[in-house]
């Protein structure tokens, strides 16, 4: 086995649309630059995630310079959307946090957002990071922060765990909706190198010259069922997760991350496990 590195890094920014694969990250306090930002809304201020609308994982975001996005999805032609004026919060609620954003700034946005689901939406952005939303104090120090994203800054996954996870599908009852690729568990950073399941263990680690610290192992949702590709639903990986990998009565694969320092992470860095 060759020495642990960073395999691929993945920015998200809109929640729960597909992102991209750049090959390098700016790590921010809240995680990386440009990820999950935005997010939909629906009428009562609840996010609006592939939990309720499968269909967003056929949509697409791409990070423009100054944080807007560009929009892309089937059958919509795409659209540029720049980061909101701050006038006229709204209330955001994501799981138990109640959160301010800036609904984007032309209407045409969230008519794309609604047509596209066939449901009213709206598109909002977060402005700063820093101000609007502390990780869950449970597992956090005082101060820590985080976007759009289910609870913490980064999620982390391992290639290593991914191909022992698929084995066990390949035994398993549903052996033909294996093997599943990485993107069913929408990772910010993905490593390679290691022994499966070594993060388990891990609770500090740097990437490059990045520090992090574990928060917590990562309880997965029936988002990890969904075919990013055709947005269809099937059993796996819940199954087997269900099986092979409960913990304190979640089905866990992935460590969420909280940084500890700034920098710039890029594809092929050294990943040194620091305790």
């Not at 892309?72 to 799981?95: D, K, N, Q, R």
């Not at 996870?165 to 910010?188: K, T, V």
Request: charged fraction near 20%.
């Amino acid at each position: 086995m060759g020495y642990a590195q960073l395999q691929s890094i993945h920015v998200h920014p809109v929640k729960a649309v597909r992102g991209q694969a750049p090959r390098e990250a700016v790590v921010e306090p809240w995680g990386l630059a440009g990820d999950r930002r935005w997010a939909l809304i629906d009428d009562g201020g609840k996010v609006v995630t592939q939990r309720q609308q499968p269909r967003l994982a056929l949509a697409a975001a791409e990070l423009l310079p100054g944080g807007g996005v560009r929009l892309s999805a089937p059958g919509m032609a795409a659209l540029t959307v720049p980061v909101p004026e701050p006038i006229g919060t709204v209330m955001v609620e994501i799981f138990r946090d109640k959160v301010e954003a800036f609904p984007a700034t032309d209407a045409v946005a969230h008519t794309w957002c609604s047509d596209y689901l066939g449901i009213e939406v709206r598109l909002v952005h977060m402005d700063d990071p820093a101000m609007r939303r502390p990780v869950d104090p449970e597992y956090a120090l005082p101060g820590e922060t985080v976007t759009f994203a289910d609870g913490y800054p980064l999620l982390l996954a391992s290639a290593a765990s991914l191909d022992a996870l698929n084995s066990l599908i390949a035994q398993g009852d549903h052996p033909d909706e294996g093997p599943l690729p990485m993107n069913r568990f929408r990772p910010n950073v993905v490593v390679s190198g290691t022994a499966a399941w070594a993060e388990d263990d891990w609770s500090r680690l740097a990437v490059g010259e990045v520090v992090f610290r574990v928060a917590k192992t990562c309880g997965r949702c029936v988002v990890t069922t969904t075919d990013q590709g055709t947005a269809g639903r099937g059993r796996e990986p819940l199954h087997t997760l269900g099986r092979h990998r409960r913990l304190g009565g979640k089905l866990v694969f992935g460590q969420n991350l909280v940084p500890e320092s700034r920098g710039t992470i890029r594809v092929g860095d050294p990943v040194t496990i620091l305790d």
